[in-house]
Structure formats: structure tokens, C-alpha cells
């Protein structure tokens, strides 16, 4: 067993503000459920979204209406919301 050092935080860290103002929906950029690879699509949603004045997000639509959200966070970053 390995010994914890350190402190650890309390309360509920601060989530970052969503901006729902700039919505880049995957399909938007040729996307779609019956492709081999929407790797492409995907990256140039991305791309679209973290060249956008304030951020984005992109939006993933999943088959059955339910979508994943990928936001561009400060950084680089990308966090997934489902």
C-alpha cells in the first residue's frame, strides 16, 4: 500500500460556463451515421468551434436523438458532456 501525502480539497469545485451561444454540430460539417470515418467532420467542428470569439461547443448527435456535446475549453482542452 502506498501512503496519501498532501491536502485534499473541500466543497464542490467551480464548473466552467458552457457557451451555448456558438453550437458546432458535427453535422453541419459533413457528419453523418452512415460514414466509415467522421474523423474529419469532427476535428473541423472542433477546429470551427476553438477559432470561434469566446469558444463553442460541438455538438455529436447520436442515433435515437440523444448527442454528446464536446466543449472547447480554454487551453485546448476538450470536456465531454452526454
Given at each position: 500500500m502506498g501512503i496519501l501525502v498532501g491536502t485534499v480539497a473541500s466543497g464542490t469545485p467551480t464548473l466552467?460556463?458552457?457557451?451555448?451561444n456558438?453550437?458546432?454540430?458535427?453535422?453541419?460539417?459533413?457528419?453523418?451515421?452512415?460514414?466509415?470515418?467522421?474523423?474529419?467532420y469532427i476535428q473541423a467542428a472542433i477546429n470551427a468551434a476553438a477559432a470561434a470569439?469566446?469558444?463553442g461547443t460541438?455538438?455529436?448527435?447520436a442515433p435515437g436523438g440523444r448527442a454528446d456535446v464536446l466543449e472547447h475549453q480554454?487551453?485546448?482542452?476538450?470536456?465531454?458532456?452526454?
Open positions: 466552467p460556463n458552457i457557451n451555448t456558438n453550437v458546432f454540430n458535427v453535422t453541419a460539417y459533413g457528419a453523418a451515421t452512415g460514414n466509415s470515418d467522421n474523423a474529419a470569439s469566446g469558444g460541438v455538438e455529436v448527435p480554454e487551453g485546448g482542452a476538450l470536456r465531454v458532456l452526454s
